[in-house]
Nanobody
Framework: QVQLEESGGGLVLAGGSLRLSCAAS??????MGWFRRAPGKERELVAT?????????????FYGESVKGRFTISSDNAKNMVYLQMNSLKPEDTAVYYC????????????WGQGTQVTVSS
């Protein structure tokens, strides 16, 4: 059974940092990502990573425009973990952040975590 479990969310002041973690279990994946949904807004892509080699030594990373230069996605494949380091946080980063795995044709992801709340106060 595939499970994705996010952790690391919380309340932080603007300008601060948080690190989100996603623990994947049940299988390994060739692609994973972070998305977010703010109240009253549509789901937004934050960052994605796709491993380009079987040994996970190569990867392709993509960031949403609003987080470029502030957020960093990384992984520890031995632990089946994906991380999102968020720096210089802004109030507009407030959202529920979701971990996703296995990008499908058409762009959506097959597996989703339950989400973790990130609140940035000004």
């Amino acid at each position: 059974q595939v499970q994705l479990e996010e952790s690391g969310g919380g309340l932080v002041l603007a300008g601060g940092s948080l690190r989100l973690s996603c623990a994947a279990s049940g299988r390994t994946f060739s692609s994973m990502g972070w998305f977010r949904r703010a109240p009253g807004k549509e789901r937004e892509l934050v960052a994605t990573i796709r491993w380009t080699t079987i040994s996970w030594t190569g990867s392709s990373i993509f960031y949403g425009e609003s987080v470029k230069g502030r957020f960093t996605i990384s992984s520890d494949n031995a632990k089946n973990m994906v991380y999102l380091q968020m720096n210089s946080l802004k109030p507009e980063d407030t959202a529920v952040y979701y971990c996703a795995a296995e990008r499908m044709l058409g762009g959506d992801y097959k597996y989703w975590g339950q989400g973790t709340q990130v609140t940035v106060s000004s």
